[in-house]
């Protein structure tokens, strides 16, 4: 299968400072990419979506200000997460496809963040 | 709202056994159905996809559809301790710029 990586896997940063994440599809072109969140044992709730050479469209709820997200090749997408507070805590997962329809998502392994 | 169900779990069963994972989903034209397996801090690892009303194999995997019930199920057979995770499924639907849906999953527990 497509293999897509993440870094950093782990950070834990002070609130007020941004942190950059970044999601790479090594063996394929991902002209979509997408970014969630995942509290623990809950459920992955979808941030973002990511399209090659265009902004992101996010989800409702999800303040495009605060979660950066650039797409700025096939293989490379990047979440900032800015001015990060404790509750931005969490679980983020980016994942890839090819953007073909009813094409697979693929995920990074995950970053887990911590907001001292 | 496009809504993906899923019994939570528990689900235990004893090593070397079929393990039988289900889902049901309200968006009546979705076309495209996924099985994630999840390991606590990990990241959803894709097990199978299914396009296609009926079965598909995949070694000790097997995913079910039934578009007419709106309903997809994954059989897990000689289950293994290393079987033990959490299963999402997830659905798209046309039109939505592949964007999934997803269950809450089902925790698996196979136990020696």
């Known amino acids: 299968g497509a293999v897509v990586s993440q870094h950093p896997s782990r950070v834990i940063c002070k609130s007020g400072t941004s942190v950059k994440i970044e999601c790479r599809s090594l063996d394929f072109q991902a002209t979509t990419m997408f970014w969630y969140r995942q509290f623990p044992k809950k459920s992955l709730m979808l941030m973002a979506t990511s399209n090659e050479g265009s902004k992101a469209t996010y989800e409702q709820g999800v303040e495009k200000d605060k979660f950066l997200i650039n797409h700025a090749s096939l293989t490379l997408s990047t979440l900032t997460v800015t001015s990060a507070h404790p509750e931005d805590s969490s679980f983020y997962i980016c994942?890839?496809?090819?953007?073909?329809?009813?094409?697979?998502?693929?995920f990074g392994p995950g970053t887990r963040l911590t907001v001292l | 709202q496009k809504e993906v169900e899923q019994n939570s779990g528990p689900l235990s069963v004893p090593e070397g056994a079929i393990a039988s994972l289900n889902c049901t989903y309200s968006d009546r034209v979705s076309q495209s159905f996924f099985w994630y397996r999840q390991y606590s801090g990990k990241s959803p690892e894709l097990i199978m996809s299914?396009?296609?009303?009926g079965d598909k194999e995949d070694g000790r995997f097997t995913a079910q559809l039934n578009k007419a019930s709106q309903y997809v199920s994954l059989l897990i057979r000689d289950s293994q301790p290393s079987d033990s995770a959490t299963y999402l499924c997830a659905v798209m639907s046309p039109g939505g710029g592949n964007k999934l849906t997803f269950g809450t999953g089902t925790q698996l527990k196979v136990e020696l």
């Open positions: 299914i396009y296609s009303n």
């Open positions: 994942s890839a496809s090819s953007g073909n329809s009813g094409d697979t998502q693929y």
